[in-house]
């Protein structure tokens, strides 16, 4: 299996800050990585696919880039409701796998 | 408005085997590129895929639960089931049904179910 490592795990920050989030893959997945943003007790959502491209509908601060094993995602201004965890994911090949994912706290 | 549903039980017994479906509307799993997956989450934890189906009835499955999982579909009734045997304590978890988007490059679990949480516990 493909192994996901998200870092850091856990982040604080505050309202208007700019923050990354890495994600590195066990072996190269080109492009095929997505990004997904998950709010206490909802389902996951769709935030970026292939690496860079972001899903219809949300907001332009956020973004993505990478390829191969190492990937980020930049949030330009955080706003609050941005705080949440989120999640890597290799679509590369099955099985598919996902980073443990990186809790995003208020300061 | 694509929509899915998770239905099963909320509480089985250790080796017991669980069932679970998930009836969709506003997408049919005969279209190409269409596809629907199971994930689960045990408490406080992270995602992990287990299964996959596809419009044309290609089955995949994570390696280390492989024996124990069997993904169906029932194209009539707009359903895909789930099933999982020989249940243990860590197998407690919400488990999502997923519709995935499977394009040349975009492979993606687009629209996600609200979950079932599935405790295992004698």
């Known amino acids: 299996d493909i192994q996901m490592t998200q870092s850091p795990s856990s982040l604080s920050a505050s309202v208007g800050d700019r923050l990354t989030i890495t994600c590195r893959a066990s072996?190269?997945?080109?492009?095929?990585l997505n990004w997904y943003q998950q709010k206490p007790g909802k389902a996951p959502e769709l935030l970026i696919y292939?690496?860079?491209n972001l899903q219809s509908g949300v907001p332009s601060r956020f973004s993505g880039s990478g390829s191969g094993t190492d990937f980020t995602l930049t949030i330009s201004s955080l706003q609050p409701e941005d705080f949440a965890t989120y999640y890597c994911?290799?679509?590369?090949?099955?099985?598919?796998?996902f980073g443990q994912g990186t809790k995003l706290e208020i300061k | 408005q694509v929509t899915l549903r998770e239905s099963g039980p909320a509480l089985v017994k250790p080796t017991q085997t669980l069932t679970l479906t998930c009836s969709f509307s506003?997408?049919?799993?005969?279209?190409?590129?269409?596809?629907v997956s199971w994930i689960r989450q045990p408490p406080g934890k992270a995602l992990e895929w287990l299964a996959r189906?596809?419009?044309?009835?290609?089955?995949y499955y994570t390696p280390s639960l492989k024996t124990r999982l069997s993904i169906s579909r029932d194209t009539s009734k707009n359903q895909v089931v789930l099933t999982m045997t020989n249940m243990e304590p860590v197998d407690t978890a919400t488990y999502h049904c997923?519709?995935?988007?499977?394009?040349?490059?975009?492979?993606?679990?687009?629209?996600w179910g609200q979950g079932s949480l599935v405790t295992v516990s004698s």
């Open positions: 997923v519709v995935m988007v499977y394009a040349t490059v975009r492979i993606t679990f687009d629209y």
């Open positions: 506003e997408f049919s799993l005969r279209t190409s590129g269409i596809c």
């Open positions: 189906i596809d419009w044309n009835d290609d089955k």
């Open positions: 072996q190269n997945i080109r492009s095929y």
């Open positions: 292939v690496a860079s």
């Open positions: 994911q290799q679509s590369y090949t099955t099985p598919y796998t």
